[in-house]
């Protein structure tokens, strides 16, 4: 599959995979932005994509950066029909401010098949006895 990229500022770098079998590719700051604690920037990648028809692009953190410096993407989800430019939404949940470099990798795009659904009202959604309506913390986990 290709991905179709469009720099709409010079200096921008277009995404690349760090290594063989990564799911993610990389996305690139277009320019210096620092974030202080509990704020968020919205950070410019100076690209436009192109994402395949029955396709959609997720934005998801750096481990790394999210683990380190306790900075994270906010929900980031680019349709096919999108041709804006591409940004990415950081938020500093840590105590320091955390300085954003011009070309530094600031997040991961990953590139899945998506399914468009029909929507169907119910008069009753049929009862699973499995799970039920225990939601959060159901598998023991939280």
Known sequence: MKIYFQKIDPSAKLPSYAYEGD??????????????????EII????????????????????????????TTLAGVIDSNYRGELHVALTNLGRKIYKV????????????????????????????EVRGERGFGSSGLV
């Open 23 to 40: 799911a993610g590719m990389d996305l690139f700051s277009c320019h210096d932005v620092e974030i202080k604690p509990d704020t968020r």
């Open 44 to 71: 410019a990648t100076g690209l436009k994509v192109a994402v395949p028809n029955g396709h959609a692009g997720f934005v998801w953190d750096k481990s790394g950066i999210s683990i380190k410096n306790h900075v």
């Open 101 to 128: 470099k011009k070309g530094e990798k600031i997040a991961q795009l990953v590139i899945k098949p998506v399914l468009r659904a029909e929507i169907v009202e119910v008069e009753k959604i049929e009862e699973n």
